[in-house]
């Protein structure tokens, strides 16, 4: 009789410790990033002031990332535990898919075909498509785009925009920002499209243009990260600090802060 109980107890004990270890091992995504204790986003370093390289100190700079670093203080205490990674229209959806990165702030808007892939968090910031054209340019509105040269960055939403509302503008996509200005700096094409947020970076900078004041799009920039259906625990986190920021003005000081 001794000798079964023993082996009773000798089988529950295998079982709740095998239990304990198979619980340690399905972390959450945010159980992920606290053990680990460093945040991996994915970032723009070509869209001022979003995210760009301060030339002077070669530092990555700019509204998303100031949001990065406060909710890099809010999960693990430091705005310093935070892990950069530059990603650009084309790469940043892949970034996320492949765990690359935790998650990506690169001014990226909510739309449906995203939200197939990934998920996303609340928006934090509402930006709209536009137009840059030469300050003497005959292009006063978007439907002066038709039949005329755009440049657009290969990827966005500006792409899907143009196309489907200006079927007849000629698009030439470029792979990043950086690219896509130079180019239509050299006069390569009649207009530029993007965010209003990014153009108005380019502006900052760069005499010699304008941009149209009407907007074809909102574009609701949010948090992309990866879907998870059982796991909801990283995008709850994100949107009770998102919703924070809204609350005790962080978001509006670092819209004045940015000009944006
Ligand atoms: N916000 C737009 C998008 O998500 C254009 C800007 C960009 O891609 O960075 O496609």
């Not at 059982?230 to 986190?237: Q, T, W």
Request: glycine share 6%.
């Amino acid at each position: 009789m001794k000798k079964i109980l023993l082996s009773i107890f000798v089988l529950m004990f295998i079982f709740l410790t095998g239990c304990a270890s198979e619980d340690k091992k399905v972390e959450t995504q945010l159980e992920k990033i606290i053990a680990r204790d460093v945040l991996v986003v994915g970032v723009k370093t070509d869209s001022k002031p979003f995210g760009y390289i301060n030339r002077n100190t070669g530092e990555i700079e700019g509204f998303d990332i100031d949001i990065a670093k406060y909710i890099a203080k809010d999960m693990l205490g430091s705005e310093r535990k935070i892990k950069l990674v530059p990603v650009t229209p084309n790469t940043r959806i892949e970034a996320i898919l492949s765990g690359q990165v935790d998650m990506v702030m690169a001014t990226m808007s909510i739309t449906p075909q995203r939200q197939f892939l990934i998920d996303f968090t609340q928006p934090y910031y509402i930006a709209g498509q536009t137009v840059m054209v030469k300050e003497d340019s005959t292009i006063q509105n978007f439907s002066d785009l038709r039949k005329k040269t755009t440049i657009v960055v290969l990827g966005t939403t500006t792409e899907q925009n143009i196309r489907r509302i200006i079927p007849t503008a000629r698009l030439s996509g470029y792979k990043n920002y950086e690219e896509a200005f130079k180019a239509f700096k050299e006069g390569k094409a009649d207009a530029f499209s993007s965010d209003n947020t990014i153009l108005s970076g380019f502006l900052m900078d760069n005499k010699g243009y304008r941009i149209l004041k009407n907007k074809i799009s909102q574009e609701p920039y949010a948090i992309g990260i990866m879907k998870n259906e059982e796991d909801n625990s990283l995008k709850k986190n994100l949107d009770i600090i998102i919703h924070r920021m809204q609350k005790d003005g962080t978001i509006k000081s670092l819209k004045k802060k940015w000009r944006v």
